[in-house]
């Protein structure tokens, strides 16, 4: 099965920046979507940000323009900068992706998980 492995979290001031990362391995299908999700203490899980394999980005609207994520196929890793980060962003952020086989079948994968948290 895929393994998608997440780091780059940890704790920041508001205001400051983090950048993820998530690598995926044992790959034996297309990744057409790589993405994140975050989940916050008594919240449900939300869609942060996607990147598909070809195509435009997609973000919640709560960190669009702080936010970015960027995708490098050649090495199945996936990014997301933060910026201008908030409390409100605290949460644990989940590395997801998409699994696509030769049928058109999909799999979704998930990452174990890597917390945020933005306090002073």
């Known amino acids: 099965q895929v393994q998608l492995v997440e780091s780059g979290g940890g704790l920041v001031q508001p205001g400051g920046s983090l950048r993820l990362s998530c690598a995926a391995s044992r790959i034996i299908f297309s990744l057409n979507i790589m993405g994140w999700y975050r989940q916050a203490p008594g919240r449900e899980r939300e869609l942060v940000a996607t990147?598909?394999?070809?195509?435009?980005?997609n973000y919640v609207d709560s960190v669009k323009g702080r936010f970015f994520i960027a995708r490098d196929n050649a090495k199945n890793t996936v990014y997301l900068q933060m910026n201008s980060l908030k409390p409100e962003d605290t949460a644990v952020y989940y590395c997801y992706a998409q699994g696509l086989d030769g049928l058109g079948r999909t799999y979704d994968y998930w990452g174990q998980g890597t917390q945020v948290t933005v306090s002073s």
């Open positions: 990147m598909p394999s070809r195509g435009s980005p």
